[in-house]
Structure formats: C-alpha cells, structure tokens
C-alpha cells in the first residue's frame, strides 16, 4: 500500500502544483491578462482527458505486463524530455526565449503550444497516475480497499494549490521551483517503477484484462453505486456533459471575474480551483454530503451577495469579493457535482461516466476560452453559469417525493421560484448595465466598453472608457470641451506635476522645453492633453481594440489627433518592446509614466526589479519614472519605494482627490535628482505631494523570480500609505538645482 500511496500523492501534488507555475512563465509575455490562466486551465483539462483515455484503454485492453512496461516506457520519455529541456534551455520547464509571442494574433494557440511543448508530455504521465495505479492496486492486490488512495490523492492535490501562492510563490523564486519540481518527478518516477514491480510479482502474467474494468476505475468515486445496469441512454450521458460543462464555465467564469479586477496571478488562480476540487470530493465521496434543499438555499444566498457585489464594483472590499464569489462558486459547483453523482451508472460505465465528466471540463474551458469571446462582447459566461446552476438546482426541487405534506410542497416551490428569481435577476442587472454602452469589444486582453455619460448635461456629456469595472479615462462631447485634462491626467496629478516641472527645469536653463515622453498604457490617450507643439510622445499598448478606439474609431475620442505633439502608437506588451528597442539604443525619454492597469488589476511583470532596470536604461540624465499606482486593493507604495532605493531614486508620492475633471488618483514619481521634487511646480500644487524614502530593508522586492501580489495586499491601500511605519518623509534639501 506504502509504494501506491507515494506514487498517487506525489503524482497528483506534481500535476496541480505546476500548473500556477506555468501561467506565471506565460503571463509576462501576454500582458498579464487573466485569459492567461484561462486558457492554461483549458490545456491542463484537455491533456487530463487524454490522460483519463489512456488510462482507461491501457486498464481495460492489455495484460497486467504489457501495461507495466509500456507505461515505464512512457514514464523514461517523459523523464528524457524534462532532462533534454533542462540541458538545452538550462531549466526543464522554463520556455525558450523563441515561445516569446512575436506579434499578438492567435495568442491561445500560441500559448497552447508553448505549454505543449514545455511541459506536456510530463503533465500527460502524471495525469494517467490517479485511475491506472488504483487498478494496478486492484489487481495486485484484491484483498485491500483502495478506497484511501483516492483520498490521498485529493490530498495531494490540495496541499498542492492551497500551498502555492501562500508557502511557495512569496518566498521561492521560478527557476528553484522548476528544478524542485523536476526532483519531484523523478521521485515519482522511482515509486512508479516500485509499483509495477509489485504488479509483475503479484499478479498472473496471463491474467487477462479485466471482464469489468469499471471496477477498476470506482475508487474514484467511493460511494455506492447506481443498481441500474442497463447502458446509459445518450440523454442521460448528455445529461453528464452538460453538468460537468456548467460547472467547468463556473469554475473560469469566476476566476477571470476575480483576476480582472485585482491581479493575474497564483494567488487568486488557485482559490477558485481548490473550490471547484473539494465540491468534486464531496459529491463523489458519498451521496449524503450532497441535499438539495440546503444546497439551493445556499444558493439563492450566494447569488444575492454576488448580485450585491456586482452593483458595489471594485469599491467593495476584495475579502468580500472574495467571500461572495467562492460561496457561490462552491453552492453551484456542488449542485452540478452533486445532481451528477446522483445520475451515475452502473459500476460496469463508470470509466466511460468519467470520460464523459472530463469531455464537460474540456468543453466548459473551450467554451470560456474560444466561443464566450465570439459570441459575447462582455463576460456573460458568468451570470449565465450561475443562472444554469439555478436552473440545475430547480430541476432537482421540482423532483416530487413519494410522500409530501402541503406545508414542504409550499417550501419547495417557494424555494424554486426564489431560484427562478435570483437566476433572472443577475443576467437582467448585467444587461441593465449595457443600456448606456454605445460600444462593446472583447478579445484576449479584456473586455472594453464605451459608455455615454451625464446626457440631461451639456457641460459633463462625455463617452468613457471602461476596460472591467474600471474606467480608463473619458472625453468630454462638447467641441470646447474635448481637450481639456480629464481622469488620472490632470495638470494637478503626478503625470501632469512632472511634465510641468520638466518644463519650467529646461526652460530655466536655456534649453529647448519639448519633451520625449513615453507612456505605458494608452486608454482614451488623455495624457495626449498635457503634451505640448514639438513634444515626441511614444504609447505602448498591447490590445489593438484601445489603439482603434484611441486613435478615433467609432468618432468617440479624438485626443490623440486633436494633440499637437508628435505622437506614435506601438502595439505589444511594453515591456517586450522596450526590450527590443534598447537594442537600438536608449530611448531618453525625459518623462516615462508607467500606466498599464486592466481594470483595477495590474500586471506584475511591468513592476519588477528588472522591468524597472529597463525603464532607467530609456530615461534621459534627468529623466522622470511616473508611476500609477492608484488601486483598490494593492498598497504599491512599498514596492515603488524599494525599486527607488535599490536605484538610488529619489522618490514622491503625488495624491490628487476627486474634484472637477480630476477622479482620485496616486503617483509615485522617481528621479535621480533629489532637487526636482522641490521644484516650484510642485509647491504651488493642489495635490498632497509627499517626498518618500524607505527605512531600513525593503521587506520584499518584487523580481522576475519572486513576486506576489498577496505581499501587497493591505486593507484600505491607498489609506495606509501615509501611515506605514517603514515609509518616512524625506529631509528638505537646500534649494533646487535650477530656478
């Protein structure tokens, strides 16, 4: 039993512990957009599948031998793959520079690839481990339970994604955690080989394959089975697909609803997975755990508090967010598993029954990843999913029992039309929303909406931006009004601060007061209105939908063309374009602001040691870093700090309240002179400008290795900011170093 156990638990710890591991290689090169792990979900659920298929062929078609020694075959490949890798890139699971995305079209297929490659054939292996073991087990030894190896499994694979973002990712950087991982593997390939000893030794080499290798696949699911033995109809096997499928959308809806708004990353890819699992353990674990009415109570009540969390938007506070959508993921992921548990065949179907829950899961990823952005232009998939959790539920209350009083009838059809209600009530909000939206676009990198806003008032009648459930800036209707400063971009904010003390530095020592600016992040261009006749301004922006909107498509902004400075659009991530332009030599820009926020979330790829290295290599002698850091649930404000003193920056922290045109906003600006910050321009400022230095060590640095966004989650960031007992003001220095 010892040997079987190691296998199972280490195997299923390895298949979910790297699969946060994969997304963070991927996500740097595609934006940081939450589709990331979105589409690495559907890779993973599409190789299990194959994995469950072969397990399911190999168990029920060959002799106890012939499995042992093609799968210790495939387990020497999977294991001369990793080692090749290791030896060519010099990590074995770490993607060449060549899976670097050269443009932004087909990106999911890209990205499927670059995981295919890298690491598929030993995600494959691992993936075959669960089911074909346990028959392994079975056969070698008929006398014992295998029951415990299911559970250790699930074990495996929750320490595996609770252990992650909490115990792994703050403190281990990428390439150890890939190394470990390889050692893991090699470790299972060592209890893997002890198993099959076993098998040869003890069973028969001309035993057959089993008359019923369903058998061999019900650990899987210990619970008591169906009686029924007849074949399942295709309306029942249907049946199967849909449910499993309803639960998988849940599953992806939910967590690209929680990534957009905070940040892509480990830390909130998991919670909803390890949801998702233990709503899969309970229901499969024995037909008691699950009860309708309790279930689509708690339902009902889910549902309300995501309806509430949805009309509050990113205001609310991200542990409630969290709460709300992890409850409802849990009711209605166990409502789909649990009416699924109860619907499963005889134990002579069972291995087909699981092929089947894994066409769901498949189906349910293609349908998020690739037909969800087809059809829809904003993420429907999310209150539809939970509506059809209702309706799943419903369907199960309105199974009359055999004996009924007339006071549990009027329960339960009270109960069933709250679901009714609850089920319409959040899709009808979602589309009361859009009655202000004049256009709607999504793609990989997001959802983006134009709404038309305050139309009774001539004066304040603009279209905005919204990327989310935030909006990234707006332009007034008005003809005299289209160019004034608006949102994040004011004269008074920390981008309109450094443009103005530039200005007012060069212009006091003789010198032309043109600007190179470069801007990360393009939204509705309104930064465009505080650049000035002979600035050079250059905007990076990775979705092609903002480049068309900024640019004027559809007549709803104009900033860019109405500027009167020169600028240029380059499409790709920032960060990989900078890259490739240092190639060339440095860009010198006098202002670089940094502002790549997709909805509240931002990617921290943008806000690591190295892509703040990179900025410094384009500034000018006296250039200026600005970075946004305005944000709902992160403190930034730490990590900005520790970047200006590993550099040697001076730094200042810009706060502007909302007011007018200005909505509330925070920039950290870093220079390598410690006099700008004292300039007039920013004495004669509205906003609170507070020039920052960092006590003692950083207590952490984000890098490229080591990064979480769990270290910078505070209550009530941007709050604390002044109240942080390791920031402190800086001391006054004599005097500017130019009038």
Same mark, same amino acid.
């Given at each position: 039993m010892v040997r079987y156990a190691l296998a199972i638990f280490t195997s299923a710890f390895l298949l979910f512990g790297v699969q946060p591991l994969a997304g963070r290689y991927a996500l740097p090169w595609y934006g940081g957009t939450p589709a990331v792990w979105t589409v690495c979900m559907l890779f993973f659920q599409a190789v299990l599948l194959g994995g469950y298929a072969y397990a399911h062929a190999v168990a029920s078609r060959l002799r106890p031998r012939a499995q042992a020694f093609l799968h210790l075959g495939l387990l020497v490949v999977a294991l001369g793959a990793l080692a090749a890798r290791a030896s060519w890139t010099g990590s074995p699971l770490a993607p060449g520079d060549g899976w670097r995305p050269v443009d932004e079209h087909l990106p999911v297929l890209r990205l499927m690839g670059m995981l295919a490659v890298t690491l598929g054939l030993p995600f494959f292996v691992l993936s075959t481990t669960g089911p074909l073991l346990q028959s392994w087990f079975a056969r070698a030894r008929p006398e014992r339970s295998p029951y415990v190896l299911y559970a250790l499994s699930n074990a495996g694979s929750l320490l595996a994604l609770l252990g992650y973002p909490f115990l792994v990712e703050p403190w281990v950087g990428r390439s150890a955690q890939a190394w470990g991982w390889a050692?893991?593997?090699?470790?299972?390939?060592?209890?893997?080989?002890?198993?099959?000893?076993?098998?040869? =030794? %003890?069973?028969?080499?001309?035993?057959?394959?089993?008359?019923?290798p369903a058998e061999e696949v019900r650990m899987e699911a210990p619970g008591d089975a169906s009686t029924a033995s007849a074949r399942p109809s295709v309306g029942r096997t249907l049946t199967w697909l849909a449910l499993s499928t309803c639960a998988s959308v849940l599953l992806l809806a939910t967590t690209n609803k929680l990534s957009q708004d905070v940040a892509a990353g480990p830390f909130l890819w998991v919670m909803p997975l390890a949801v998702y699992l233990v709503t899969f353990i309970l229901a499969f674990s024995r037909e008691s755990f699950y009860a309708r009415t309790p279930y689509s109570v708690g339902l009902i009540a889910s549902v309300v508090l995501v309806t509430y969390a949805h009309k509050e938007g990113p205001a609310m506070g991200l542990g409630w967010q969290v709460l709300f959508h992890a409850s409802a993921l849990f009711t209605g @992921?166990?409502?789909?598993? /649990?009416?699924?548990?109860?619907?499963?065949?005889?134990?002579?179907? $069972?291995? @087909?029954?699981?092929?089947?829950?894994?066409? /769901?899961? &498949? $189906?349910?990823?293609?349908? &998020?990843?690739?037909?969800?952005? @087809?059809?829809?232009?904003?993420?429907? #998939?999310?209150?539809?999913?939970?509506?059809?959790?209702? /309706?799943?539920?419903?369907?199960?209350?309105?199974?009359?029992?055999?004996?009924?009083? &007339?006071?549990? %009838?009027?329960?339960?059809?009270?109960?069933?039309?709250?679901?009714?209600?609850? @089920?319409?009530? $959040?899709?009808?909000?979602?589309?009361?929303? $859009? #009655?202000?939206?004049?256009?709607?676009?999504?793609?990989?990198? *997001?959802?983006? %909406?134009?709404?038309?806003?305050?139309?009774?008032?001539?004066?304040?009648?603009?279209?905005?931006?919204?990327?989310?459930?935030?909006?990234?800036?707006?332009?007034?209707?008005r003809p005299e009004r289209r160019n004034i400063p608006t949102a994040y971009y004011t004269t008074d904010s920390g981008l309109g601060l450094a443009l103005a003390e530039q200005r007012r530095w060069r212009q006091a020592l003789g010198l032309p007061t043109g600007l190179r600016v470069g801007m990360l992040g393009l939204g509705v261009g309104n930064s465009a209105t505080l650049m000035a006749a002979g600035d050079d301004v250059r905007f990076y922006e990775i979705n092609p939908v903002i480049i068309d909107l900024a640019r004027g498509q559809g007549g709803f902004f104009s900033t860019l063309t109405d500027t009167p400075a020169h600028v240029e659009v380059v499409e790709g991530d920032a960060r990989i374009s900078l890259e490739k332009e240092l190639e060339h030599g440095s860009r010198q820009f006098d202002v670089l602001a940094l502002d790549v926020f997709s909805s509240d979330a931002i990617p921290v790829h943008l806000l690591t040691k190295e892509a703040v290295t990179l900025y410094l290599q384009h500034l000018a002698p006296?250039?200026?870093?600005?970075?946004?850091?305005?944000?709902?649930?992160?403190?930034?404000?730490?990590? !900005?700090?520790?970047?200006?003193?590993?550099?040697?920056?001076?730094?200042?922290?810009?706060?502007?309240?909302? #007011? *007018?045109?200005?909505?509330?906003?925070?920039?950290?600006?870093? !220079?390598?002179?410690? #006099?700008?910050?004292? /300039?007039?321009?920013?004495?004669?400022? %509205?906003?609170?400008? =507070? =020039?920052?230095?960092? =006590?003692?060590?950083?207590?952490?640095?984000?890098?490229d290795e080591r990064s979480s966004v769990l270290q910078a989650l505070r209550p009530r960031a941007q709050g604390r900011a002044a109240a942080d007992p390791n920031v402190t003001d800086a001391p006054a220095v004599a005097g500017p170093s130019a009038p």
């Open positions: 050692a893991g593997f090699i470790l299972f390939v060592v209890f893997v080989l002890a198993c099959a000893r076993d098998l040869l =030794r %003890r069973a028969p080499a001309a035993n057959a394959p089993s008359a019923n @992921a166990m409502v789909c598993h /649990g009416e699924l548990y109860r619907r499963r065949p005889a134990p002579r179907y $069972l291995s @087909a029954f699981y092929l089947w829950v894994s066409v /769901g899961g &498949v $189906l349910g990823g293609v349908f &998020v990843n690739l037909v969800a952005p @087809a059809l829809f232009n904003t993420y429907w #998939e999310h209150p539809l999913a939970l509506a059809a959790c209702c /309706g799943v539920a419903f369907a199960g209350l309105m199974r009359r029992p055999k004996e009924e009083t &007339v006071v549990a %009838r009027t329960q339960r059809l009270l109960r069933g039309a709250m679901l009714v209600g609850v @089920a319409v009530h $959040l899709p009808v909000l979602v589309a009361t929303d $859009l #009655e202000r939206v004049r256009f709607a676009a999504r793609n990989f990198f *997001g959802v983006v %909406r134009v709404l038309e806003l305050s139309q009774n008032d001539p004066q304040q009648h603009q279209y905005a931006l919204r990327h989310g459930a935030i909006t990234h800036g707006w332009q007034y209707i006296h250039g200026v870093l600005a970075l946004h850091i305005s944000n709902q649930h992160l403190d930034l404000v730490p990590i !900005s700090l520790a970047h200006a003193r590993a550099n040697g920056l001076s730094a200042a922290l810009v706060a502007l309240d909302s #007011e *007018g045109d200005a909505v509330s906003s925070a920039w950290m600006l870093l !220079s390598p002179d410690k #006099e700008f910050f004292w /300039g007039s321009t920013f004495r004669q400022s %509205r906003a609170r400008v =507070r =020039r920052l230095v960092l =006590r003692g060590e950083p207590e952490y640095v984000w890098t």
